[in-house]
């Protein structure tokens, strides 16, 4: 697959044979793409040094630079999500913290949302201020906030989509309309959408971006992060990358390359589950309430079921009782583990007030959203049937 025709072929085949083909060394014609486990890269003489310094030459240089393995994973991801540009990095916060400073001007403004991963939040409200970025936060549903910060000079806006833990939807056309007025950029962080359920370029987005930890390595064991936008917006994300130098393995690289194969098919699978999932639990007396949008309970449903072809695998929801009866239930489930993360082949399960946000107060707590009784569970790839029956003997247990 060529650049040109990459919005040709469906999604499950440009997972399986993106970036692995064209313009990849062939190592003793291995099919696979080879771990090119090397720091550095070799010139044979001056003169080719300096055709590869002019653009003759179309090698590489130095590992923080790039590196084959790693321009393969790239190359696929870019063709999953129908962009012009991949930067791969050593996780999904170095992907977002390298997007932020390269992109957000001193002393400029940006817009996020209110639910959201709590590092991301972290790193707004605690280093973004050192460069005199200030933050307005909204809810992932306030058109009028965003035009108000948009009036108010923001240059960006930052969202996940579903958001982290309660899976809110951005309506991505209709911000992506109101930003273009004001020429401000949308990043949507859609790492819980996959490439599979939601293309964000399509709907407006400028940039996209995955902790590629989750779904697109997808198997709890690497971890990376992901960027894909136009050349023009890419390349000085890259620039700083390569000062900042958090670059991913070729090793990790190569498993996120073998993941992204599976990646429809799990992503396929993980939908199922969850659906089926919520649906159980929205109807069990011992569960107070579901937040999945593929539920039409749920406050984003019609968004999410106009951008989105599947509503993802994450199901939160929460435990009628307090916070220790909801660590029981969470402590009575057999199948999945007890984990940080999502999107894997694996269920896991978090209490987030327990696994995430332990540090804070409770009145802090309460201050952002996260109920002492909220249970987040990742759908893996196990078989419905056994997923539902665990989640039925831990509620009764509970
Ligand atoms: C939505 C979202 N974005 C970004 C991140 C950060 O990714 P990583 O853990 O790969 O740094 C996470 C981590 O859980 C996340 O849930």
Same mark, same amino acid.
């Given at each position: 697959?060529?650049?040109?025709?990459?919005?040709?072929?469906?999604?499950?085949?440009?997972?399986?044979?993106?970036?692995?083909?064209?313009?990849?060394?062939?190592?003793?014609?291995?099919?696979?793409?080879?771990?090119?486990?090397?720091?550095?890269?070799?010139?044979?003489?001056?003169?080719?040094?300096?055709?590869?310094?002019?653009?003759?030459?179309?090698?590489?240089?130095?590992?923080?630079?790039? $590196?084959?393995?790693?321009?393969?994973?790239?190359?696929?991801?870019?063709?999953?999500?129908?962009?012009?540009?991949?930067?791969?990095?050593?996780?999904?916060? $170095?992907?977002?913290?390298?997007?932020?400073?390269?992109?957000?001007?001193?002393?400029?403004?940006?817009?996020?949302?209110?639910?959201?991963?709590?590092?991301?939040?972290?790193?707004?409200?605690?280093?973004?201020?050192?460069?005199?970025?200030?933050?307005?936060?909204?809810?992932?549903?306030?058109?009028?906030?965003?035009?108000?910060?948009?009036?108010?000079?923001?240059?960006?806006?930052?969202?996940?989509?579903?958001? $982290?833990?309660?899976?809110?939807?951005?309506?991505?056309?209709?911000?992506?309309?109101?930003?273009?007025?004001?020429?401000?950029?949308?990043?949507?962080?859609?790492?819980?959408?996959?490439?599979?359920?939601?293309?964000?370029?399509?709907?407006?987005?400028?940039?996209?971006?995955?902790?590629?930890?989750?779904?697109?390595?997808?198997? $709890?064991?690497?971890?990376?992060?992901?960027?894909?936008?136009?050349?023009?917006?890419?390349?000085?994300?890259?620039?700083?990358?390569?000062?900042?130098?958090?670059?991913?393995?070729?090793?990790?690289?190569?498993?996120?390359?073998?993941?992204?194969?599976?990646?429809?098919?799990?992503?396929?699978?993980?939908?199922?589950?969850?659906?089926?999932?919520?649906?159980?639990?929205?109807?069990?007396?011992?569960?107070?309430?579901?937040?999945?949008?593929?539920?039409?309970?749920?406050?984003?449903?019609?968004?999410?079921?106009?951008?989105?072809?599947?509503?993802?695998?994450?199901?939160?929801?929460?435990?009628?009782?307090?916070?220790?009866?909801?660590?029981?239930?969470?402590?009575?489930?057999?199948?999945?583990?007890?984990?940080?993360?999502?999107?894997?082949?694996?269920?896991?399960?978090?209490?987030?007030?327990?696994?995430?946000?332990?540090?804070?107060?409770?009145?802090?707590?309460?201050?952002?959203?996260?109920?002492?009784?909220?249970?987040?569970?990742?759908?893996?790839?196990?078989?419905?049937?056994?997923?539902?029956?665990?989640?039925?003997?831990?509620?009764?247990?509970?």
């Amino acid at each position: 697959m060529s650049r040109s025709d990459r919005q040709s072929p469906g999604p499950s085949t440009r997972a399986v044979h993106g970036g692995e083909r064209e313009g990849r060394p062939r190592v003793s014609d291995a099919l696979t793409t080879p771990i090119v486990q090397t720091a550095t890269f070799w010139f044979r003489d001056t003169q080719e040094l300096i055709d590869y310094q002019e653009g003759r030459y179309g090698s590489f240089e130095y590992g923080r630079y790039g $590196n084959p393995t790693t321009r393969a994973l790239e190359e696929k991801l870019a063709q999953l999500e129908g962009g012009e540009e991949c930067l791969v990095s050593a996780s999904g916060m $170095n992907s977002i913290t390298t997007l932020l400073l390269a992109l957000v001007p001193q002393d400029g403004h940006i817009v996020t949302t209110h639910d959201c991963y709590r590092r991301t939040r972290q790193f707004a409200a605690t280093v973004l201020p050192k460069m005199g970025v200030r933050t307005t936060v909204i809810d992932p549903s306030d058109l009028p906030g965003l035009e108000s910060a948009l009036a108010d000079g923001a240059s960006l806006f930052f969202s996940e989509s579903p958001t $982290n833990p309660y899976l809110r939807v951005v309506d991505i056309p209709a911000v992506a309309e109101r930003c273009r007025a004001s020429a401000a950029r949308v990043v949507i962080d859609s790492t819980f959408a996959t490439p599979i359920n939601q293309r964000a370029l399509e709907l407006g987005a400028d940039i996209v971006l995955h902790s590629g930890t989750k779904y697109v390595a997808g198997h $709890n064991d690497v971890l990376c992060g992901v960027l894909v936008g136009s050349g023009e917006l890419i390349a000085p994300i890259r620039a700083l990358h390569g000062i900042l130098g958090g670059i991913v393995d070729p090793h990790a690289a190569y498993l996120c390359l073998r993941g992204c194969k599976t990646l429809a098919l799990r992503v396929e699978r993980a939908n199922a589950n969850a659906e089926r999932v919520a649906r159980f639990l929205e109807d069990h007396p011992r569960v107070e309430r579901v937040h999945y949008p593929g539920l039409p309970s749920h406050p984003d449903h019609a968004v999410a079921a106009g951008q989105m072809s599947g509503f993802g695998g994450v199901v939160s929801f929460e435990i009628r009782g307090d916070l220790q009866r909801t660590s029981k239930f969470v402590d009575a489930l057999r199948l999945p583990y007890i984990a940080p993360s999502l999107g894997g082949t694996e269920s896991l399960v978090e209490q987030p007030t327990v696994i995430s946000y332990w540090d804070q107060s409770p009145e802090e707590r309460a201050r952002i959203g996260i109920r002492d009784n909220l249970v987040r569970f990742s759908c893996g790839v196990e078989d419905p049937d056994d997923i539902v029956a665990d989640l039925a003997q831990a509620l009764e247990r509970s």
